[in-house]
C-alpha cells in the first residue's frame, strides 16, 4: 500500500509556543490530505482537509488561526498549532489517499503542551 | 452528518477464540474501512471494503451496502490482535473524508 510519514512522532513544547507537524506521500502524490485529531480513548475527529495549492477546508468548529495548514506541494502538507496551550496536546495524525481510494494514515504526532 | 456505531465497544478474549465486530452506518457511502490501531497510535488498513466479502489470514470483512453494515471477523485470535479496530466510512459526495466510528477496543489474553 501506499506509504504516508509524519514527523515528529512526538513533540513536547512550552505553552504559547508554535508547533510544526509535516506529513508526507512518500510514493505517490496527494493533491488532499486530512488532518485528525484523537483525543484518549477516543475516535479519530477530522480536522481540516488540505488542498494543494489552496486554502485548506476546516471542519465547523475548528479554529483555523489555531491550526495553520499549509499544502505546498503534492507531497507534503504541514499542520502549525499556533500558540498551543495544555488544551491542544493530542494526537494529531494525518491521511492521504491512494489511487483507488483508499486511505493511508501517517504514525501520528502526539502533542504534549506544558 | 452520517452516524457510525460499532459493536461491541469492548471485548476481551481468550488466545484461540473466534469474534465478530460490527459497524453499521446511517446513511449511504462511497466506501468503508476497517483499520486496527496499534498501542502506539499506528493506523493500520485491514481491508478497503465498500461492499462484498474480503479476507486476508485470519480476518476477513463483510459489506452489506445495501443493509449498512460492515462485519469484521477474526478467528484464532492472537494476543497481537488486541488493541482497537476502527471502522470509517466515506460519505457519498464527501470527497474522500473519513467518518469514523467509536471503534472496538479488543484485549486478547494468553
Known amino acids: 500500500g501506499a506509504v504516508v510519514s509524519q514527523h515528529p512522532s512526538r513533540v513536547i513544547c512550552k505553552s504559547g509556543t508554535s508547533v510544526k507537524i509535516e506529513c508526507r506521500s512518500l510514493?505517490?502524490?496527494?493533491?488532499?490530505m486530512f488532518w485528525y485529531r484523537q483525543f484518549p480513548k477516543q475516535s479519530l475527529m477530522l480536522m481540516a482537509t488540505?488542498?494543494?495549492?489552496?486554502?485548506?477546508?476546516?471542519e465547523q468548529g475548528v479554529e483555523k488561526d489555531k491550526f495553520l495548514i499549509n499544502h505546498a506541494s503534492l507531497t507534503l502538507s504541514t499542520l502549525t498549532v499556533t500558540s498551543a496551550h495544555p488544551e491542544d496536546s493530542s494526537f494529531y495524525i494525518c491521511?492521504?489517499?491512494?489511487?483507488?481510494?483508499?486511505?493511508?494514515f501517517g504514525q501520528g504526532t502526539r502533542l504534549t503542551v506544558v | 452528518g452520517i452516524q457510525v456505531e460499532q459493536s461491541p465497544p469492548d471485548l476481551i478474549l481468550q488466545e484461540g477464540a473466534n469474534s465478530t465486530l460490527r459497524c453499521n452506518f446511517s446513511?449511504?457511502?462511497?466506501?468503508l474501512q476497517w483499520f486496527h490501531q496499534n498501542p502506539w497510535g499506528q493506523l493500520i488498513n485491514l481491508f478497503y471494503?465498500?461492499?462484498g466479502t474480503k479476507q486476508n489470514g485470519r480476518l476477513s470483512a463483510t459489506t452489506v451496502a445495501t443493509e449498512r453494515y460492515s462485519l469484521l471477523y477474526i478467528s484464532s485470535s492472537q494476543t497481537t490482535d488486541s488493541g482497537v479496530y476502527f471502522c470509517?466510512?466515506?460519505?457519498?459526495?464527501?470527497?474522500?473524508?473519513?467518518?469514523f466510528g467509536s471503534g472496538t477496543r479488543l484485549l486478547v489474553r494468553p
Open positions: 470509517a466510512v466515506e460519505q457519498r459526495d464527501s470527497s474522500y473524508k473519513l467518518i
Open positions: 471494503i465498500p461492499s
Open positions: 446513511d449511504s457511502v462511497n466506501n
Open positions: 510514493d505517490f502524490q496527494a493533491t488532499t
Open positions: 488540505s488542498n494543494e495549492g489552496s486554502k485548506a477546508t476546516y
Open positions: 491521511s492521504a489517499h491512494g489511487g483507488e481510494g483508499e486511505a493511508f
